[in-house]
């Protein structure tokens, strides 16, 4: 099964508005990483949070992340057209070499 | 810096056939992981190469195989095709292991089984 879920699977907003997308994971974990998908191509590294860490910002992103929930949060803030897309996390830890990824979200933002 | 690049960008394949898919990841990188990804299991994780040897295998029957050259790319074979073979294939490469850092991805290799 997939160590990681999106929450939730699909989410509509207006252009300048936030989004808020969330991703529950299973077991313990090195780091997190948020991706963005284009329908149909190849996804976008975002940004990179490590277990130690509990905030990050780049640019209008801000992740955050509770290692005592198994839980991360992804925030989009003013939005825009061009930020519709899906969006994943994945989980990494040294034991599994690999990174595993959720179901992901799926953003609309209208104009 | 040339990101990954995955050939061919699309083919059409019949059932019983065999398929192979290639992956040159960016200059320096390593680390190459491939992934299957389907409307209805999203994105699963078929095997990862590092400096020519599989380190990693996902769930995935014998008929999926994949190789890494000394060059870092990398190639994967799907034998026997089946109708749910028809998927988007990532490659994604990486200067460390996955488990270190952040994936690049390629535009993928979208297979159609008929």
């Known amino acids: 099964s997939q160590q990681g879920e999106e929450d939730p699977q699909a989410l509509s907003i207006q252009e300048g508005e936030n989004a808020t997308m969330n991703c529950s994971y299973k077991?313990?974990?090195?780091?997190l990483q948020w991706y963005r998908q284009n329908s149909g191509r190849g996804l976008v590294h975002l940004i990179l949070?490590?277990?130690?860490?509990r905030e990050k910002h780049s640019g209008r992103l801000r992740v955050t992340l509770d290692t005592s929930k198994k839980s991360s949060s992804l925030l989009i803030t003013a939005s825009r057209a061009a930020d519709t897309a899906s969006y994943f996390c994945?989980?990494?830890?040294?034991?599994?070499?690999?990174?595993?990824f959720g179901d992901g979200t799926t953003l609309t933002v209208k104009p | 810096k040339a990101g990954v690049t995955q050939t061919p960008r699309y083919l059409i394949k019949t059932r019983g056939q065999q398929v192979t898919l290639s992956c040159s990841p960016i200059?320096?990188?390593?680390?190459v992981s491939w992934y299957q990804q389907t409307p209805g299991q999203g994105l699963q994780f078929l095997f990862e190469?590092?400096?020519?040897?599989?380190?990693n295998k996902g769930n995935f029957p014998g008929r999926f195989s994949g190789r890494q050259f000394s060059n870092s790319r990398s190639e994967m074979n799907v034998s026997t095709l089946e109708l749910g073979d028809s998927a988007l294939y990532l490659c994604?490469?990486?200067?460390?292991?996955?488990?270190?850092?952040?994936?690049?991805f390629g535009e993928g290799s979208r297979l159609t089984v008929l």
């Open positions: 949070i490590r277990s130690n860490e």
């Open positions: 200059s320096g990188h390593r680390s």
């Open positions: 994604a490469s990486s200067p460390r292991t996955p488990s270190e850092g952040e994936l690049f």
């Open positions: 994945a989980t990494t830890n040294t034991n599994a070499g690999k990174s595993t």
């Open positions: 077991t313990s974990i090195n780091n």
């Open positions: 190469y590092f400096s020519e040897t599989q380190r």
